[in-house]
């Protein structure tokens, strides 16, 4: 049973409009969640981070969003462009040693110019 | 460049060969992972080693063996696979497994196709 869920596999945005990537997740221990975004032909690559004692962090253009009582994490993308249109996991873990990062299967995100 | 680098980046083999990839990492760090990308799937974690001891096997097949012969170089033995094991195997490294995580470092993969 998945643990980590992106139930959209893909998402077509219009250059300069919000790009917003879902996430649910099933274990309430988890209490740190990340973002990668992978180009074809690369290894996912980290974008943005937050834990469970936080609801929001921003960095740049890219903002996630927590809901822990929703179990629900949201990336919003403001604006959108053409380069980030790339494959985005989102992952979870319980932040504590021995334990692995458990990834959902991915939002293929195209932003058209 | 990511730091953590994957050979080969594609493979093709016959279900009766027998073949090995090869990551490495010059990060420092003290964690390495194997995971499995399916299509449709999510990423599948193989193998973990932490300080150059496996320390998690996610009920793998035997004819997948990992083997890591010291901190920076991690190895994954195959052996009479199947063409449903036809996949992107990832490997990643992180400072320490679990604990304050600052996210993974992958290499590219390698796109493996079984004949």
């Known amino acids: 049973d998945q643990q980590v869920k992106q139930n959209s596999p893909s998402l077509s945005v219009q250059e300069g409009r919000i790009s917003i990537l879902n996430c649910d997740y099933t274990?309430?221990?988890?209490?740190?969640f990340l973002w990668y975004k992978k180009y074809p032909a690369e290894g996912p690559t980290f974008l943005i981070s937050?834990?469970?004692?936080?609801d929001k962090n921003e960095d740049g253009r890219f903002t996630v969003f927590l809901n822990k009582s929703a179990k629900h994490l949201s990336l919003h993308i403001v604006p959108s462009q053409p380069g980030d249109s790339a494959v985005y996991f989102c992952?979870?873990?319980?932040?504590?040693?021995?334990?692995?990062?458990?990834f959902g299967k991915g939002t293929t995100l195209s932003v058209s110019s | 460049e990511t730091g953590v680098t994957q050979t080969p980046r594609h493979l093709v083999m016959g279900m009766t060969n027998k073949k090995s990839l090869k990551c490495e990492q010059h990060?420092?760090?003290?964690?390495m992972y194997w995971y499995k990308q399916s299509a449709k799937k999510p990423l599948e974690l193989m193998f973990v080693y932490s300080l150059e001891e496996r320390v998690e096997n996610n009920s793998v097949p035997s004819r997948f063996s990992p083997e890591c012969p010291n901190s920076s170089h991690l190895f994954l033995h195959l052996h009479t696979l199947q063409p449903e094991d036809s996949a992107l195997y990832l490997c990643a490294s992180s400072q320490e497994f679990g604990g304050t995580n600052y996210g993974y470092t992958f290499g590219s993969g390698t796109r493996l196709t079984v004949v």
């Open positions: 274990n309430s221990m988890f209490d740190y």
């Open positions: 992952a979870a873990s319980e932040n504590q040693a021995g334990t692995a990062l458990i």
């Open positions: 937050i834990s469970s004692i936080k």
């Open positions: 990060l420092g760090h003290n964690a």
